[in-house]
């Protein structure tokens, strides 16, 4: 607290100037009032008429600061870095709570786009043996995830002058396709239908040679193609898949 001196009515003019100016020195010199300052740690009164002190500040942060954060309270967070994103890490090296910085975010979004990107769609050829006997085809589709729409198409040549050609697809709905079959395309010796339970339908033109037929299911991994067959039908079929 500045000292100040009172200067009584029986004052020289002198003697009331030096105490003039030295009150004016004092009280520039101790600007606040010492008996505000508040020096507790904890900051317990909660009070507007009182300054804590630099120190009781510093103690006051410190205790409070130092903690991690968690979902329901306030305190340290380290910067992830891209690994701990990518990782789903919860804490960082110094145990605190991880944050994403702007910069680590843009860069993790900009991989998973185009790793999105890259897996929303896939396509491939195949082959099967129509002489096969009834059984089951698997076919990698690479999307990393269980497509939900496949579409198929595909023919095949008997080795003389039979040729059969199926479109189709697989859906949440079922399995679907048309196909057509045709012995003589200049005699109109032909066949052609459509399935509401099969994606696949190859078939000899009269039934003759009978048919393999295929129904798709599909999985995280595989276009699963679970085959029927019928007669004695045969020859290489070509498969054009495409999966989303």
Known sequence: MASITTINSGDLITDSRADINNNFDNLNTDKIETSVIDTDTTLAADSDAKLPSQKAVKAYVDAGGNV???TTARGI???ATDAEVTAGTAT?????SLTI?????A?????LLADYQ???HASGQTTYDV??????????????RTPTKVNLSGFFLDGTSRISVT??????SGNSCIYYATKNIATVDNSAGGSSTQAIYFNDPYGSAGSQVGVVTVDGTNIIITWTKTGSISGTSYIQWDAS
Request: no cysteine; glycine share 14%.
């Open 68 to 70: 991690n954060a968690s």
């Open 77 to 79: 967070v380290e910067v």
């Open 131 to 144: 002489s096969t006997a009834s059984g089951t085809q698997n076919i990698a589709h690479g999307l990393g």
């Open 167 to 172: 479109i189709g697809a697989f859906t949440a």
């Open 92 to 96: 960082g090296t110094t145990g605190a």
């Open 118 to 120: 890259n897996k929303t």
């Open 101 to 105: 910085s702007p910069e680590t975010l």
């Open 107 to 111: 860069t993790r979004l900009t991989t």
